[in-house]
C-alpha cells in the first residue's frame, strides 16, 4: 500500500498540475475581463466541470489500481483460486459515478468561491477590470485561502513592502533575491518583476496544493479500491469474511499526528482488526481508513497513514453443519477449538473420536432410553436439532451443558456433532458430574 500510495500520488499530483494548466491556456486574459465588464462572475472562468472530470478519471485509475493490487494479493495466498477485480461490479460503478460527481461539484464549488473572492475584492478596492481579470487568472486551480496568499503577495510587492513578500514559506528564490537587491538599493520593482514573482509564487502554490489533493484523494480511492476488493473476493467465496486481517500503519517520523500513533480496532482496542471494524484514533475519532472523508479534516488532511489487508495464516476455513443439525445461520469451524480462540458467534462440528473418554455429564433424570429413540426418530425423519452445548474445562474434560442424549445417540450411531463451546472458570466446575 505504501509504494502504491507513493506511485498514486506521482502520478495524481503533475495530474492535477496539468489540469490547472489547462484551465489557464483555455481562459485568456482578454476573454476573462470580457466577463468580468458584463458581470458574469459565475462564468468568469470556463470549463471548471470538464477539468474536474479529468482529475476525477485519473483519480478512479488510481481506485482500479488498488483493486487490481489487492486481487493480485489474494491470488498469491489462494493459488487455487483465480482472483481478479471486477470494474463492472454493480459497486464498482457506483463508486466512480459518485467519485466523479463529489470530485466534479467539490471543485466547481470552490472554484467558484475563489473566483468570486478575487473579483469582489478587486471591485471593492476600485481596481479596473483587466487588473482584476489578473487576478482571477491567478486564482485558477486554488482554495479561496490561497488566492488570497497570493493577493497580498502582489499587494506587497506594488507597496513596496519587500519585508512582507520575503517572509513568506512558499516564495521563490530567484524572485527573493530581486526583491531583496530592490529592498537593499532602495527601488521599486517593475511592473514585470511584479508579474514573474508572482507567478512563480503561484506556481509553487498549484504544486503545493497538487501534492496535498493527490495525496487525500489518492489514499481514499486505493483504500477503497482495495476494499472494493476484498469485498469481491468475499461475494465469490474466494475468501471468508472474518479471515481478513487489517493493520494500520503510520509514516513514522515527526509529522506522524499524535492522534495517528497509537490507532487502535475500535471494538477491541487491539492492533489489528477485522473487517467488520473501524479504527479508533488517539483523539477518539472513528476511521474507516485513512483519509476517511466522514472523518474530521484535523484527522484527514495530508495524513500518510495505510492500512494494510492481509488473510490469517492460521484461519480456519468455515464448513457445514453434520446432518441431523442445525447451524441457525452461524459459522461452523471443523474441530475443537483452542480455548483461547473460542467465539460465542462460531459452532464447531466435531467427531465423536475428538470426545470420548472427555465427556462429563451431571447425572440424567427420567427414562433415558425414551429421550434417545426420539432423537433417533427426529433424526430418522431428516430433522435437525440445535447445537449440543459443552462447558470445556482447564483440564481438557467437557462438562455437558444441554443435549446429553444427542451425544448419546451421536455416540450410537457415529456421528459427528454440532457443538457451541464456552469455558468452565476452574476444574471444580466438574464436582457432581459423572462420565458420559
Known amino acids: ?47 471548471v466541470e470538464s477539468a474536474g472530470a479529468r482529475f476525477a478519471a485519473d483519480v478512479h485509475t488510481a481506485y482500479t489500481d488498488a483493486g487490481k493490487a489487492m486481487a493480485a494479493s489474494i491470488d498469491a495466498a489462494k493459488p487455487k483460486r483465480l482472483v481478479t477485480f471486477d470494474g463492472s461490479n454493480d459497486r464498482a460503478v457506483e463508486w466512480a459515478k459518485v467519485n466523479n460527481a463529489d470530485l466534479v461539484q467539490g471543485i466547481t464549488q470552490q472554484q467558484r468561491e475563489t473566483i468570486v473572492q478575487a473579483v469582489s475584492r478587486g471591485l471593492s478596492e476600485g481596481r479596473n477590470p483587466r487588473s482584476v481579470a489578473v487576478e482571477v487568472r491567478d486564482a485558477i486551480g486554488l482554495t479561496p485561502t490561497q488566492e488570497s496568499a497570493i493577493a497580498s503577495y502582489r499587494r506587497a510587492l506594488e507597496a513596496g513592502d519587500f519585508s512582507n513578500a520575503l517572509d513568506r514559506q512558499l516564495s521563490h528564490g530567484h524572485s527573493d533575491r530581486t526583491i531583496a537587491a530592490a529592498d537593499r538599493n532602495g527601488r521599486a520593482l517593475t511592473t514585470q518583476q511584479i508579474d514573474l514573482a508572482v507567478d512563480r509564487y503561484r506556481t509553487n502554490y498549484v504544486n503545493f496544493r497538487a501534492e496535498t489533493i493527490a495525496r487525500t484523494e489518492g489514499l481514499r480511492a486505493l483504500h477503497q479500491g482495495a476494499a472494493e476488493m476484498v469485498q469481491q473476493a468475499i461475494d465469490n467465496g474466494d475468501v471468508e469474511s472474518d479471515e481478513i486481517v487489517q493493520e494500520w ?174 469455558l468452565a472458570q476452574s476444574n471444580d466446575a466438574l464436582t457432581g458430574t459423572v462420565s458420559l
Open 1 to 47: 500500500m505504501e509504494a502504491l500510495l507513493a506511485a498514486v500520488e506521482a502520478q495524481l499530483g503533475p495530474s492535477w498540475v496539468e489540469v490547472v494548466d489547462h484551465m489557464r491556456e483555455a481562459n485568456e486574459l482578454d476573454a476573462i475581463e470580457e466577463r468580468i465588464r458584463a458581470y458574469d462572475i459565475a462564468g468568469a472562468v470556463q470549463g
Open 249 to 422: 500503519h503510520n509514516a513514522g517520523g515527526p509529522r506522524v499526528r499524535e492522534s495517528h500513533r497509537h490507532v487502535v480496532a475500535a471494538d477491541t482496542g487491539e492492533k489489528t482488526k477485522t473487517l467488520d471494524d473501524v479504527w479508533l484514533t488517539g483523539d477518539g475519532n472513528r476511521l474507516r481508513f485513512p483519509g476517511d472523508p466522514e472523518a474530521p479534516v484535523e484527522e484527514t488532511a495530508n495524513c500518510r497513514c495505510v492500512v494494510s489487508t492481509t488473510l490469517n495464516p492460521s484461519h480456519q476455513a468455515k464448513t457445514t453443519a453434520p446432518a441431523g443439525f442445525s447451524a441457525e445461520h452461524a459459522t461452523v469451524r471443523e474441530g475443537i477449538p483452542d480455548p483461547d480462540s473460542i467465539r460465542s458467534g462460531t459452532l464447531y462440528r466435531v467427531s465423536m473420536d475428538d470426545l470420548r473418554g472427555k465427556l462429563r455429564a451431571l447425572p440424567g433424570g427420567g427414562d433415558d432410553e425414551v429421550r434417545m429413540q426420539s432423537i433417533r426418530n427426529a433424526w430418522d425423519d431428516g430433522k435437525k436439532l440445535p447445537a449440543i452445548r459443552l462447558m470445556m474445562t482447564p483440564n481438557g474434560k467437557y462438562i455437558v451443558d444441554d443435549g446429553r442424549h444427542r451425544l448419546l445417540v451421536a455416540e450410537e450411531q457415529d456421528r459427528d456433532v454440532l457443538v457451541r463451546f464456552s
